[in-house]
Structure formats: C-alpha cells, structure tokens
C-alpha cells in the first residue's frame, strides 16, 4: 500500500530555513495520475495548505507563503521536499506531507497523508 | 483570499444524525471534500467531489454542496467518528481549508 513519510529537524532557528523531505513507498512518485502537497497545522488549530508539485515540476504555492517556499521532487529517490526560509514561531507547525489526486482547481483531494512532523522554530 | 467557514463544535447523541456545514462565496460553484482527523492522528479523506466516498468509508457518511453551503451528514453516528472534520476546496489553483468542527458523541 501507498505510504509517505516526513523526515527533516524537529528544530529550527529564527531566520533560517525549514528543511522537510518526504518519502513515498508503495507507488512511483512519476505517476501522472497524482500530485504532491505539504499541509501544515499548528498545535490546536487547523490545517493550511502549503503547496504541491506535479511529477513534471510545476508547482502550485499558497499566496500567503509564495515568496518563502520552494517545493522540488527527485523522481530517482521517490521523495519531495519542501523548502521554507525565514521561519518564525509562526512557522511552527505539524508539517504533514500528502499525495493529491483529481484536477487542482477543482475535483483535487488529498487521500494519501504522512504521519506528520512537528517542527518548532526556537533560538 | 477566499474563505471557508465552520462552526466551531457540533454535538450529536450515538445514533442521531450530525450535520456539518462548510460556508464559502459560491461554494456550490466548487467541489468540495472533506477530511476526518483524529487526535494525534492525520486526516483522512472522508468525501471528495461533493457526494462520492473513498474505498473503505462507511456509507454513513454523505456530502452535498449547493449555493454558498457544502453539507457533511453522519448518519447514525457513532462513537468513533468523534474528531475534527474540515472542508476543502480550491480557489483557483490554491488549496483552502475550512476552519474545522469537533463533533462530540454525547
């Protein structure tokens, strides 16, 4: 069966970036059928999306953290990373990896979800 | 940025049928899906496209969505769909959230 894992430091300094990677098992990442998106959620409250990349490279970002993220995939490892500079505390969060399928912008849905992993920006 | 909007916390008796609303400008105009996420756990895609169900969702769970409102409805509910649900949705090419509901079986 499809699984995905997050891995990447639990803690992060002020100002620096937030490095995250998951990893896919069970399914080619390189499947056109489907997508891949980070979601976060800070302790006690919901979830915000974050931003997907295709198997192609396009990716798709939340306006709200556009100019901080970077999404990139390594098809040879089966693995997605994600990439956010400038942490806060704000940035503090579960950060949940997860696989979408349907059409963006539409009928898209996330049906596959990591176990998450909880970051802390702290000096 | 486009908003959707829940109410905070819904209760429901073991049994009875909860419903929950998801409150968007022109949601009916969108899909909705909704997730189901446990304590400590991920979500879990519960409905996706308005009405269908995952492989593996009792069919007590249904989706409708039409005008500003998308509807969650757990029939005869039971104790273990205690949890936070959220709607979902897409503006445009962004993924949005709702703001989440705990059901609570009394």
């Known amino acids: 069966q499809v699984q995905l894992q997050e891995s990447g430091p639990g803690l992060v300094k002020p100002s620096q970036t937030l490095s995250l990677t998951c990893t896919v098992s069970?399914?080619?990442?390189?499947?056109?059928?489907?997508?891949w998106s980070w979601i976060r959620q800070p302790a006690g409250e919901g979830l915000e999306w974050i931003g997907l990349i295709y198997t192609g490279g396009r990716t798709n970002y939340n306006p709200s953290l556009k100019s901080r993220v970077t999404i990139s995939v390594d098809t040879s490892k089966n693995q997605f990373s994600l990439k956010l500079n400038s942490v806060t505390a704000a940035d503090t969060a579960a950060y949940y990896c997860?696989?979408?399928?349907?059409?963006?912008?539409?009928?898209?849905?996330?049906?596959?979800w990591g176990q998450g992993t909880m970051v802390t920006v702290s000096s | 940025s486009y908003e959707l909007t829940q109410p905070p916390s819904v209760s429901v008796s073991p049994g009875q049928t909860a419903s929950i609303t998801c409150s968007g400008d022109k949601l009916g105009d969108k899909y909705a899906c909704w997730y189901q996420q446990k304590p400590g756990q991920s979500p879990v895609l519960v409905i996706y496209q308005d009405s269908k169900r995952p492989s593996g969702i009792p069919e007590r769970f249904s989706g409708s969505n039409s005008g500003n409102t998308a509807t969650l409805t757990i029939s005869g509910t039971q104790a273990l769909d205690e949890a936070d649900y959220y709607c979902q949705a897409w503006d445009s090419s962004t993924g949005v959230f709702g703001t989440g509901t705990k059901v609570t079986v009394l």
């Open positions: 069970g399914a080619s990442i390189s499947s056109s059928s489907y997508y």
């Open positions: 997860a696989r979408g399928f349907g059409t963006t912008g539409t009928t898209g849905a996330f049906d596959i």
